[in-house]
C-alpha cells in the first residue's frame, strides 16, 4: 500500500475525484463547513485540514496545500499517485500586477508563469509552458459567467518569493515590470507546480485566485477577508468540480 503517506492519513475512498485546495488550512475547513454536507475530516497531518463532503450530490473533497511550490507539489504528487484523485483546483489569494484587475476579480489561470525551477526534475530540454486542464477551465468560465462574476482569464505568474528583492530595481519601474508589459494578470505561489504535476501524471488541474490585493495601487484585504469572504472564487470551483462529475 502506498497510503497513508507521510503527509496524509487516509485511504483512496476518504477523497472525491475532485479536490479544492486552498493554501489556508483555515480555509479549507471554512470551505468545507459552509458548502459541504457531511463534511468529514479525512486528514490532519501537521495540521493540513482535509474534508470530503457532498456538494449538490457530488462527492467532493477540499484540502489546504501549504504556502509555495513545495508544498502543493508535495499534496497534488501524493493525491494524484496514491489517492486517485482526478482533478486539483487551487482556490487562492493572488496579487494584481494590472490598472484594470481590481481587488475582489476573480482570476482564472489559464497558463502560470513561474521564476522558480520546479520544471528541472523533469529532465526537459527545453523550458516547459505550465497550462491548466481545458475541461475544467471551460467549465469554470461556464460556473464564473453563471455567477455574474468579475474574472479574467489568462496567464499567471507563480512566484518563489512573496518578500523579493527589489533594491536594484530601476526607478521609474517595479519588480513586475516585465511580466505586467506581457500581459500576465497577477502573481501566486502555487499553480505552475500544481500544473506540472498534473501534466507528468495525466491528471487536471487549475488555478482560481481572487485578488487579495493590489501590487501597483498598494490596496489590500485582510487575513480574515481572505479566510472567509472569498466566497465566490469558492461558489465557482464548488460548481466546477460538480460538472466535472457529468
Known sequence: MNYPTPHINAAPADFGQTVLMPGDPLRSRFIAETFLENAKLVNN?????????????????????????????IYSHELFNFFDVQNIMRVGSAGS????????????????CTDSNWAHQYHLSGTFAPIASFEMLSKAVESAKEAG??????????????????VDVPEGLD?????????????????????????????????ICTISDHILTGEATTAEERQNSFTQMMEIALETARKMEK
Open 45 to 73: 497531518v501537521r495540521g493540513v485540514q482535509g474534508y470530503t463532503g457532498m456538494y449538490k450530490g457530488v462527492k467532493v473533497s477540499v484540502m489546504a496545500s501549504g504556502m509555495g511550490m513545495p508544498a502543493i507539489g
Open 149 to 166: 462574476a468579475t474574472y479574467h482569464v489568462g496567464n499567471l505568474l507563480s512566484s518563489d518569493a512573496f518578500y523579493g528583492d527589489h
Open 175 to 207: 519588480a513586475n515590470y516585465g511580466w505586467r508589459k506581457m500581459g500576465v494578470m497577477a502573481a501566486e505561489m502555487e499553480g505552475a507546480a500544481l500544473y506540472m504535476n498534473a501534466a507528468r501524471y495525466g491528471k487536471n488541474a487549475l488555478c
Open 97 to 112: 500586477m494590472q490598472e484594470h484587475i481590481h481587488v475582489r476579480d476573480i482570476v482564472i489561470g489559464q497558463g502560470c
